[in-house]
C-alpha cells in the first residue's frame, strides 16, 4: 500500500489509526467526508473552478530502493500556475496533522518536478487561512515520517490503544473501546 497524506495525517494523532486504515478498517463514511469538504469548500472559494484543479501524483520515496516506498497524492484544490495547494477543512480548530498533509502534497509535487511553492489550509468555520511551506528540515522530518508510517503498515500486529481521553472524538472510537470503559 502506498503512504498517503491520510496515513501521515494519522500518524499525527495515533499510530494504531495508521495500522487500521492501512489495514482496510474503515470507521468513518469517508465519501460522505470527503463531499463535505468538497462542498465546504466550493462554496467557500467559487473562483476554485476557474483557476484550481485537481490532481493525483505518485513516486518513490528517494532512497528507499532496497525497501522501496510508494507514496501517492490526491489534491482536490492546485494552482497550477502559482504553485500552490489549497486545502480546505472543516474542522473548527487548527492541528499539526493538517500542515503534516499538505507538506506531504508539495512533497510528491516537487518529487515530480512540479512546481509547488506553498499551501494554504482554509478554514471557513474558523474564517483564517494557515500558510504551510516545506523547508529542508520539514522535508528530513516528512521523510522520517513516511518511513514510520511504513514500518508501522508492514507490521503484522495492530498497536496498543492510546489512553482512552484522547480517543473521544476518533472515528475508531467505537472499534477500540466498545464494551471496555
Ligand atoms: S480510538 Fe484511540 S486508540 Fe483507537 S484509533 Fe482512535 S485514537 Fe487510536
Given at each position: 500500500?502506498p503512504i498517503t497524506a491520510?496515513?501521515i ?44 484543479t485537481e490532481i493525483e501524483v505518485s513516486g518513490m520515496l ?8 510508494e507514496l501517492a497524492a490526491k489534491i482536490d484544490f492546485f494552482?497550477p500556475?502559482?504553485g500552490?495547494v ?15 498533509q499538505v507538506q506531504f502534497y508539495l512533497y510528491v509535487l516537487r518529487l515530480n518536478g512540479i512546481k509547488a511553492?506553498?499551501g ?14 516545506l ?11 513516511i ?35
Open positions: 500500500m491520510t496515513l495525517n494519522y500518524l499525527m494523532l495515533c499510530r494504531r489509526k495508521v495500522w487500521l486504515h492501512a489495514n482496510g478498517i474503515r470507521m468513518e463514511h469517508t465519501s460522505e467526508v470527503v463531499a463535505e469538504g468538497r462542498l465546504i469548500g466550493v462554496e467557500s472559494y467559487p473562483q476554485r473552478a476557474e483557476r484550481w528517494p532512497y528507499s530502493a532496497d525497501t522501496p516506498i494552482d500556475h502559482l500552490i489549497h486545502e480546505v477543512k472543516k474542522s473548527v480548530a487548527k492541528e499539526q496533522a493538517h500542515i503534516a511553492e506553498y494554504l489550509i482554509e478554514y471557513p468555520k474558523l474564517r483564517i487561512t494557515e500558510r504551510v511551506s523547508t529542508t528540515d520539514d522535508q528530513q522530518q516528512l521523510e522520517s515520517q518511513r514510520k508510517a511504513h514500518a508501522l503498515v508492514q507490521q503484522e500486529t495492530c498497536p496498543e490503544r492510546l489512553p482512552v481521553s484522547q480517543c473521544r472524538s476518533c472515528s475508531f472510537f467505537e472499534f477500540c473501546w466498545v464494551g471496555e470503559e
